[in-house]
């Protein structure tokens, strides 16, 4: 939570407390986030988490029940949206379909009667965004792929300080989309514009962002960048959300020894509270061992399923000593140089300490 200390050095942008509830039901549920200028900033959540409803406050669409939204701090919470700074991209391209290409680029450019200059700004924005010479094509000529670029010219156009982006890449095409995706983050950088964009896709918020925000049910879960995200989920939630995992249900035995089934495990960090919990490993952290050495947390698996998935290869193991526990992991083709991973055969597995996470059970 951003104390007064931190929104007095003055995030380029900050929210503190921020409600906002519809009827009944609350959206966004007391949100607190200072964001660095030049940062970007994925929210990332389920469907319905209120990560519209925050880009939207921020953007000055929408007015909080509680809490301030402030910029280099300022209190901007109740300044109307034209008086902010900052460009807007959404998920349908939203071009006006009348306009060319140059003229809704240049549409937030004043004063308006300085078409020439606008020229020249409309070709360096297409230049910056990978479209040259597009100024008088009209949007529905165009590609989703190449009228999002428009989109993005568009909110560039005034070089904003802050670029909110709502989804601007989910209604487009895999191929498209990762290609986009990797020359947004390039022009982020190389602009160093502040930018705050919503995803639920967890994947491309982890490739994309400085910092990823994990949204659910209106509050946040965890704040940290995609690394810390993906090998310490804060919750059972950012664990699930984020990545593929392994559940096994574990008990306590000491302060860092759980057993799983007939096995004991250590931990590479002491419990939490209860006795019973989800311990979380990801398949990349089941390491298939070529020959066995008694170690702790080692054990012996049948392999139950091999698939063959290119750079990897995904193994299903049914651990001994944990009846009706199936295990996930990934097998890089080096990680086994002599032998090949067959059906029906037996092999050492270790758990790592300090990759095994222990959640108290029931929580999320
Ligand atoms: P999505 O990815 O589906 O857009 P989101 O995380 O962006 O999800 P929001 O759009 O912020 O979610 O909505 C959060 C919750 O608030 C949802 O349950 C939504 O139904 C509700 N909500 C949003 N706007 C309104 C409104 N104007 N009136 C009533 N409920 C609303």
């Known amino acids: ?50 990560k519209t409803t925050l880009l939207r406050l921020v953007a000055g669409l929408d007015t909080p029940d509680a809490g301030r939204v402030l910029a280099h701090g300022a209190d901007i919470t109740r300044l109307p949206p034209a008086r902010r700074d900052y ?65 993005l010219a568009r909110a560039l156009a005034t070089s904003p300080g802050l670029l909110l982006l709502d989804e601007p890449l989910s209604a487009l095409d895999a191929r498209v989309r990762d290609k986009l995706r990797d020359e947004l983050k390039r022009l982020q950088k190389k602009l160093g514009v502040t930018t705050l964009m919503v995803t639920h896709d967890q994947a491309e918020a982890l490739a994309i962002a400085d910092r990823v925000v994990v949204m659910n049910a209106g509050r946040i879960e965890q704040v940290g960048t995609p690394s810390e995200i993906y090998r310490q989920p804060a919750s059972r939630f950012v664990a699930e959300f984020v990545g593929e995992a392994n559940w096994l249900a574990a008990r306590r035995v000491a302060d860092d020894v759980v057993e799983v089934g007939s096995h004991r495990l250590v931990l590479g960090q002491a419990l939490p509270a209860g006795d019973a919990f989800s311990l979380f490993v990801r398949p990349e952290d089941v ?15 049948r392999v139950a399923d091999v698939a063959f998935a290119g750079a990897l290869t995904r193994l299903k193991l049914a651990p001994e000593g944990m009846p009706g526990v199936t295990l996930s992991a990934e097998l890089c083709p080096s990680m086994l140089s002599r032998q090949t991973v067959v059906p029906g055969q037996i092999v050492p597995v270790a758990l790592p300490a300090e990759r095994l996470i222990a959640y108290p059970e029931g929580a999320r």
């Open 287 to 301: 390491l298939v061992r070529e020959r066995w050495q008694a170690a702790p947390n080692t054990l012996l698996a």
């Open 1 to 50: 939570k951003p104390d007064d200390a931190f929104l007095s050095a003055a995030p380029h942008l900050a929210v503190a407390g921020l409600s906002r509830r519809y009827g009944a039901f609350t959206a966004l549920d007391d949100v607190s986030l200072a964001i660095r200028k030049g940062e970007f900033v994925c929210l990332l959540g389920p469907s319905g988490c209120g």
């Open 87 to 151: 460009g807007i991209v959404f998920q349908s391209y939203a071009l006006f379909p009348n306009l060319s290409v140059a003229d809704n680029i240049a549409y937030g450019l004043t004063p308006r009667r300085e078409r020439a200059r606008h020229r020249e700004r409309v070709r360096e924005l297409l230049d910056l965004v990978g479209l040259p010479g597009a100024e008088d094509k009209y949007p529905a000529a165009l590609s989703g792929g190449q009228q999002q670029r428009v989109a």
